[in-house]
């Protein structure tokens, strides 16, 4: 398996990932989730690829996404009572159904954390 930066090529199957956590998030929860056209999540992914202050990584294996992660990681200066250091937030992680349970989501979290 390989973890790297996602690229635009990737967007179609970034969609298809997001599509298939989204209606588990969905059927779980309905009180918070909704359903989201193809148009809206095409539309995040891209926002999330263009947005230099969000990192996407993707988990590959012989082309196939695998699953994907989406981060903001920052540096902070310091102060009179902290050193610089890095912060990040995760603000998305999917896997594939048929990807889960494998180390796929460790993996892309291992990477954020880089």
Same mark, same amino acid.
């Given at each position: 398996?390989?973890?790297?930066?996602?690229?635009?090529?990737?967007?179609?199957? +970034?969609?298809?990932i997001q599509r298939?956590?989204?209606? +588990? %998030?969905?059927?779980?929860?309905?009180?918070?989730?909704?359903?989201?056209?193809?148009?809206? +999540?095409?539309?995040?992914?891209?926002?999330? +690829?263009?947005?230099?202050?969000? %990192? *996407?990584?993707?988990?590959?294996?012989?082309?196939?996404?695998?699953?994907?992660?989406?981060? %903001?990681?920052?540096?902070?200066?310091?102060?009179?009572?902290?050193?610089p250091t890095r912060?990040?937030? *995760?603000?998305?992680?999917?896997?594939?159904?048929?990807?889960?349970?494998?180390?796929?989501?460790?993996?892309?979290?291992?990477?954020?954390?880089?």
């Open positions: 398996m390989e973890i790297r930066t996602a690229t635009a090529n990737d967007l179609e199957a +970034l969609k298809i298939e956590v989204q209606q +588990l %998030h969905l059927a779980a929860h309905p009180e918070i989730f909704r359903p989201a056209s193809d148009e809206e +999540l095409s539309a995040a992914m891209q926002s999330f +690829l263009a947005d230099a202050a969000q %990192h *996407v990584w993707v988990a590959a294996e012989k082309e196939a996404l695998l699953g994907f992660a989406v981060a %903001h990681i920052a540096d902070t200066s310091g102060n009179p009572y902290r050193q912060i990040g937030h *995760v603000d998305q992680i999917a896997v594939r159904e048929s990807a889960r349970r494998q180390g796929v989501g460790r993996a892309l979290l291992a990477e954020i954390r880089r």
